[in-house]
């Protein structure tokens, strides 16, 4: 079970850095940018990730909005995976 949740750790990194690397890439676009400020400036949004300072498109606030959580999830599977595996190597 350990090799399972280190691959989705694996996995979560790679699909929040590639969604902040599109993201960033075309901010520009009216779809993209209506769809980001729409859901950063809604009120779950401001509880779980603050209030928005800036223009939501902000390379800083892209940050925080996408990679920021990327990291925190995939840390948490990552750190999971390696107690499950150190659990398996000490029975």
Not at 25 to 53: F, Y
Not at 59 to 68: A, F, G, K, N, V
């Amino acid at each position: 079970m350990g090799w399972l949740i280190l691959l989705a750790a694996v996995l979560t990194a790679a699909a929040g850095v590639s969604l902040r690397s599109f993201v960033g890439r075309h901010a520009d676009r009216h779809v993209i940018g209506r769809l980001l400020r729409r859901v950063r400036e809604s009120p779950p949004a401001r509880v779980l990730l603050g209030p928005v300072h800036r223009d939501a498109l902000d390379p800083d606030e892209l940050d925080q909005t996408i990679l920021m959580p990327t990291i925190v999830v995939a840390c948490g599977l990552f750190l999971t995976a390696v107690f499950l595996l150190g659990y398996g190597v000490l029975t």
